[in-house]
């Protein structure tokens, strides 16, 4: 990275690419508390207690790689624009990793997280309190009372499914496994080392696992598969701030299209959105008590946790705005796709925003083809017996 003791300026895609896959910011696990357990049954053996929260830094290089590349001032072997992106992108890991390294810090959890990803506007905490009343006319929401769920599938049924689902959509490469690392029933993905993490006992009736498959394969997985055959791998991961509304707006609109919305996960991420709005001043305990309003106890306390994960003593003020992205994420797709339901398949070019489908427009990223419409999802669905 140095030049006769200069430092280097410049870097090719390849050069910067290897340098950002070498970075470890995996906030998701460092923000879950290591007694979550033990401060959540504190929490309900009383009227007053505040979860005191403890977690673990991972191990990483991210210091010594974030300075080789705080010098880059361009990408030279790539359209200009691809360039200004990952610079940004440079920033942004920075940023992200910084969060990472604020953890049980309550001033700089808020401070970088409302940063990086906002918090809700007016509007949208206005729309979300609609939603919260049962005002669901303008969303194609289920009803749970409504649902044939069909018989429960466990882990075994479960993988032949997803191995179903992956051959059917040209997924080559991906596969299921088990986690230790992840919460009850959980699913999470592992994109760099294309896997399905699941819990070992997971259980799933046929109507949530084919909600799981859209919102999970249909969404997440085939961005990030677009995206690294465009040939540019940050378009593969999580990359810019606000990617992620598309992100999870885009997996819930699928959701939606595919009648597998229910109004019970809708209010869920509206609650989280009134959560966020309301939140940063109050305690834990406090926070809770507002959500009862509107949640049983069990789903206040899991909205609660999610927007004060993060922060160390959670009587204190603070909050951790992610998961805005969820209800105003819906919200944006669903306007933008109204106006224009072109960008649908665009955006399928990668894990990319409205402003990148330029680029698509352009040429700049190829158009993507591997785009599941709602008759491919059905035939998939009935060849995997769900």
């Not at 019970?264 to 989280?272: E, H, I, P, Y």
């Not at 609660?304 to 998961?323: A, C, E, M, P, Q």
């Not at 944006?332 to 489908?357: D, H, M, S, W």
Request: proline share 3%; hydrophobic share 40%; aromatic share 10%.
């Amino acid at each position: 990275m140095e030049i006769f003791g200069r430092k280097k300026k410049t870097l090719k895609l390849d050069e910067v690419t290897k340098l950002l896959g070498d970075l470890r910011i995996p906030t998701a696990l460092v923000f879950t508390p290591t007694n979550l357990e033990a401060e959540k049954k504190k929490f309900f053996n009383s009227e007053t207690y505040n979860p005191v929260f403890e977690y673990r830094i991972v191990k990483n290089n991210n210091k010594e790689i974030l300075k080789k590349l705080s010098h880059v001032k361009e990408i030279v072997d790539v359209d200009p624009r691809i360039s200004d992106f990952y610079l940004q992108l440079i920033d942004s890991k920075k940023e992200a990793s910084d969060l990472m390294y604020a953890v049980g810090n309550n001033e700089e959890v808020t401070d970088i997280s409302v940063h990086r990803y906002g918090k809700p506007s007016d509007k949208l905490f206005r729309n979300a309190a609609r939603v919260l009343r049962g005002k669901l006319d303008s969303y194609n929401v289920v009803k749970e009372d409504s649902i044939k769920k069909g018989e429960i599938l466990y882990y075994d049924d479960i993988v032949k499914v997803f191995n179903i689902v992956f051959q059917e959509l040209g997924l080559d490469g991906w596969t299921v496994n088990k986690s230790i690392n992840i919460a009850k029933n959980g699913v999470k993905l592992g994109i760099k080392r294309k896997e399905v993490l699941v819990d070992a006992n997971i259980e799933r009736t046929k109507y949530k696992l084919r909600k799981t498959l859209v919102h999970e394969v249909g969404t997440h997985v085939l961005r990030a598969h677009n995206g690294l055959m465009c040939g540019f791998d940050a378009l593969s991961n999580a990359n810019l701030p606000e990617y992620l509304d598309v992100e999870e707006g885009l997996a819930t609109w699928n959701e939606n299209n595919m009648g597998l919305l229910t109004e019970k996960w809708l209010k869920n991420k509206a609650a989280l959105t009134w959560a966020i709005y309301l939140g940063e001043d109050l305690s834990f305990r406090e926070l809770y008590n507002v959500l009862l309003a509107v949640l049983p106890k069990y789903s206040a306390f899991d909205v609660t946790y999610r927007v004060k994960r993060g922060l160390g003593d959670t009587h204190d003020r603070g909050i951790y705005s992610k998961d805005v992205a969820y209800f105003r994420g819906f919200r944006k797709v669903k306007k933008k796709l109204e106006e224009n339901p072109r960008l649908y398949n665009q955006l399928y070019a990668g894990k990319i925003t409205f402003k990148q489908c330029e680029w698509v427009e352009d040429g700049l990223l190829p158009m993507p083809t591997n785009v599941p419409n709602k008759e491919k999802w059905l035939e998939i669905f009935e060849k995997a017996g769900i």
